[in-house]
């Protein structure tokens, strides 16, 4: 226990040797000639900015998964024939209240209900397909994305990505129409490409605005934003589609809330606290003091890839990463399917219901971010500590809950209960896994977050597909074998996490800083060095480790 303590005082300690250098090496903040216009709105602004920054990227996260989710529901409505109340396949299959007929135009005498608006005829194979067509796009253009943050910043990169798929939103009905599914696969490829950017583009701007001891609280707020967007585009689609009415609602709704947000996100948010014009100087002056890349500087430097991919805690985090969209792809892509499929609620009653995790996961996300910042500031645990309770907690607990899930068998409300559970738990991740790219590389967060959700992005690529090939008859023993895999998938990654793991600034993030540890062997990073200059840094860290 004694041994426990002295490792996390020293870690404290160094972290804070670290930060006092860096604060020396602050650059000067230049001295501004306001306007009367910038004095007044500097004088309305009782928010600080840091927090406006962290609202308007929680909206961002949330208008970027409505517009990735709403398809999930959109679709049961989108296919003509869906399995009608009295025909099962499975005598595994759950029985349907009398209420879910109530709106469905014409039952056939060979077991299938027509829809109206229903007029593409796709297999499960081909709808699994569709589902994961984002995911190709998503994971295309995350390295760019990143890079691009880091180049010209990270306001105009994700606000112009998110644009585009606002538009392309928009466009989704007119081109379903025209050219069925593969046009609609295209279409959700493109929709991708422009969200690839939105989590490199937010990483980057939390290393410029957040400060380390509130990174976890921020990274909840932020990321949070996920779980709105998942429970209001879940919500609203599930009314909008009601009645039998036109599924193109839904489109257009969510299409019409990306542009209503980017107008707001150009006016009111800005890449770094030194370019924003009217925030005040009492805050300015304290990010420039807190925050390691307030200023970025490092950003001139290229990416430093050859020593990432050559660094266990990155590897360890795409690996935390690689689990955990694995499970909540699962959970957003194919819980709606398997509530209208298996469980047989009708689609109101299953837009409402797949909500509920939802706000269980963001309501959970605060919690666990509040007290794992509190633990880092009291010094009950180091930030390393911290990253690896929490991410466990959230890849073992709904690894286990739902497995649980899927021998509650037919009682409905058992299911959704760990559902939900396992969704609560999953909240643990923001202030786990999901902020450490900021602990690792705070110069260089756009390029790892890029690097980990082109990774793990693989995960929304392969789930839906492979289950609409485990899944041909939506019966409860071939949605047993998909939670399963997920189990596995959740507990052997947050394995590797634990074991590689780590919570301080990697020596590759700053080498003018950190110096090269002895053993690189691998030629410079910064292109102005000599290979002695390589070599004195190399011994220079080397004695400092010692």
């Known amino acids: 226990m004694k041994l426990g303590t002295q490792f996390d005082m020293d870690e404290t300690s160094e972290a804070q040797a670290v930060a006092h ?64 109340d009295g025909y099962h396949e499975s005598p595994d299959a759950c029985p349907s209240d009398a209420i879910d007929i109530v709106n469905t135009s014409a039952v056939h005498p060979d077991g299938y209900v027509s829809k109206p608006y229903g007029v593409f005829d796709w297999d499960e194979k081909t709808q699994g397909l569709i589902l994961s067509g984002f995911y190709y796009g998503y994971a295309l253009t995350q390295v760019l994305g990143g890079y691009l943050a880091e180049r010209f910043g990270g306001k105009w990169t994700l606000g112009v990505g998110l644009l585009s798929t606002a538009l392309f939103t928009f466009l989704t009905p007119l081109v379903t129409r025209a050219g069925g599914a593969t046009w609609l696969f295209i279409l959700r490829i493109l929709q991708g490409m422009g969200e690839g950017p939105t989590m490199p583009a937010l990483m980057i701007m939390l290393a410029r605005w957040v400060p ?111 689990g955990h969209d694995w499970g909540y792809y699962t959970m957003i892509t194919d819980l709606p399917k398997y509530s209208t499929d298996v469980l047989k609620f009708n689609i109101k009653t299953t837009g409402t219901l797949t909500a509920l995790p939802y706000i269980a996961m963001w309501l959970s996300s605060f919690l666990f971010g509040f007290i794992c910042d509190i633990c880092v500031k009291k010094g009950w645990h180091t930030i390393k500590t911290g990253r690896i309770i929490h991410t466990t907690i959230a890849a073992t607990g709904p690894a286990i809950c739902i497995i649980l899930a899927s021998y509650a068998g037919c009682d409905r409300v058992a299911a959704m209960v760990y559902f939900i559970l396992s969704m609560a738990l999953m909240g643990g991740f923001y202030s786990g896994m999901k902020v450490n790219a900021l602990d690792l590389a705070p110069n260089y967060a756009g390029s790892l977050t890029s690097l980990v959700n082109t990774t793990s992005t693989f995960a929304g690529i392969v789930t839906p597909y492979l289950i609409g090939l485990l899944t041909p008859n939506s019966s409860l023993m071939e949605w047993r074998v998909v939670f399963w895999i997920c189990f596995i998938a959740l507990v052997s990654t947050n394995v590797v996490y634990c074991i590689w793991a780590d919570g301080k600034q990697q020596w590759w993030d700053d080498v003018r800083q950190f110096g090269y540890p002895p053993e690189w062997k691998h030629g410079q990073l910064v292109p102005t060095e000599s290979p002695d200059t390589v070599l004195e840094l190399s011994q220079q860290n080397g004695t400092t480790k010692q």
């Open 212 to 322: 380390p001891h509130e990174r976890s609280f921020q990274g909840a707020l932020v990321f949070g934003g996920a779980q709105i967007g998942n429970i209001f585009g879940s919500f609203i689609s599930g009314v909008l589609l009601s009645g039998d009415n036109d599924w193109s609602y839904v489109f257009y709704f969510f299409g019409g809330f990306g542009l209503l947000w980017f107008c707001l996100w150009s006016l009111f948010c800005y890449s770094t606290p030194n370019s924003h014009p009217f925030i005040s100087k009492k805050e300015l002056q304290y990010l420039n003091t807190n925050v390691t890349t307030a200023d970025n500087k490092g950003a001139k430097d290229p990416v430093p890839w050859k020593a990432i991919l050559r660094s266990p805690p990155a590897w360890a985090l795409v690996c935390a990463a690689v």
């Open 21 to 84: 250098t860096l604060l020396e090496h602050q650059p000067q903040i230049p001295q501004r000639q306001d306007s009367k216009l910038i004095r007044t709105l500097r004088s309305c602004c009782i928010i600080p900015q840091r927090y406006i920054v962290g609202v308007m990227g929680l909206l961002g996260v949330c208008n970027a998964f409505t517009m990735r989710v709403c398809l999930n529901l959109a679709i049961t409505q989108m296919v003509n024939h869906t399995k009608s």
